[in-house]
């Protein structure tokens, strides 16, 4: 079974936060530093220019059939270095801890359980 769409929709699979940033202070989200620590290690470390397709193109393509309110939520793919993908594949395990950290945004770790 392919990955799209099911990795975010598990339960506890899709932790937000751990705040909510005006676009304002963004600026342009394509020129945004974003990484994933395991164990205080870097495992990704991207940018958001790099996005296959860059977030004024989605909201563009995704509210041509869904209405788009203020504070909606798009989640989008992640950057190279997904964990089974790696050699040797790196599976998380309980008790391991994850922080995703983007530029302007700031930082969201979660325990493994």
Known sequence: VSQW???????????????????????????????????????????????????????????????LLPGTVILTGTPSGVGFKRNPPLFLQPGDTVTIQIQKIGKLTNPVI
Request: overall charge negative.
């Open 5 to 67: 769409c099911f990795s975010k929709s598990f339960d506890t699979f899709c932790p937000l936060g751990p705040v909510l940033v005006n676009s304002h202070y963004i600026g342009d989200p394509n020129k945004l530093e974003i990484s994933t620590l395991l164990n205080n290690n870097v495992v990704q470390q991207s940018n958001t220019g790099d996005m296959i397709t860059h977030v004024p193109q989605l909201i563009e393509h995704l509210s041509q059939g869904t209405t």
